[in-house]
């Protein structure tokens, strides 16, 4: 296969997109949209997220070291879209009224409509150039019952909760389809 070199890129990479939870000073819930998130192993599962720059999540993280992970699905897409197109310290993001329940395990703010969330407290905190990488112990995963159906297989699950993936600054749909640039699915909100 003929390649060509590029600058640092992930293009044609494709990522999952969570929304990650977290309390401000004054206990309201803020979400933000984040994808440069993945696994790790340290005698158990844990999970890496990386942050660039300053924002509401990071301030808020820094303050209590955890937060949720909420899976973003297609129906939460046009929500999503807004969350990671909006500053948190926004007055607009700010009057957002979510729906949202308490995690079972840490004291994080899971989006109710969102199918698994990940309750996670960071262990590590690895400062780079205006990035930050946070290593988390997972202390709870929340899944939605239907995920635990044993007359239905994964392949299924996944189409009926359809996770959405990013990649080339647009969204795509669990089986591929084109779900818009972003910054275009928030104008159905
Ligand atoms: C598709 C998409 C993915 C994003 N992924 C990340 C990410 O992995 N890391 C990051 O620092 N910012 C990421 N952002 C930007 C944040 O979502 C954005 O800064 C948001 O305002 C953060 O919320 P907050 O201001 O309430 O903290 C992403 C934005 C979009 C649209």
């Known amino acids: 296969m003929s390649k060509i070199s590029k600058t640092p890129t992930n293009d044609f990479c494709p990522q999952t997109l969570f929304l990650y939870?977290?309390?401000?000073?004054?206990g309201r819930p803020d979400f933000g949209l984040f994808c440069w998130f993945s696994y790790i192993w340290d005698g158990e599962l844990g999970v890496m997220a990386c942050i660039g720059g300053d924002k509401l999540t990071k301030e808020n993280i820094h303050k209590r070291?955890?937060?949720?992970?909420n899976l973003v699905t297609e129906a939460l897409l046009p929500l999503a879209d807004f969350l990671g197109n909006t500053?948190?310290?926004?007055?607009?993001k700010m009057s957002l009224d979510l729906c949202t329940e308490e995690g079972r395990v840490l004291p994080?703010?899971?989006l109710t409509a969102s199918p698994v969330a990940f309750e996670l407290e960071v262990r590590q905190f690895l400062p780079l150039e205006g990035g930050e990488v946070m290593l988390c112990k997972i202390h709870?995963?929340?899944q939605e019952?239907?995920?635990a159906n044993e007359s239905a297989g994964s392949p299924?699950?996944?189409?009926?909760?359809a996770p959405v993936r990013t990649t080339c600054n647009r969204y795509f749909s669990w089986n591929g389809s084109d779900l818009g640039a972003w910054g275009e699915a928030m104008k159905r909100l």
């Open 65 to 69: 070291k955890v937060f949720s992970a």
């Open 108 to 110: 994080v703010p899971v």
């Open 156 to 161: 299924e699950k996944l189409a009926a909760i």
């Open 21 to 26: 939870g977290t309390y401000d000073d004054e």
């Open 87 to 92: 500053a948190g310290h926004s007055p607009e």
């Open 145 to 147: 019952d239907s995920l």
């Open 140 to 142: 709870n995963v929340l």
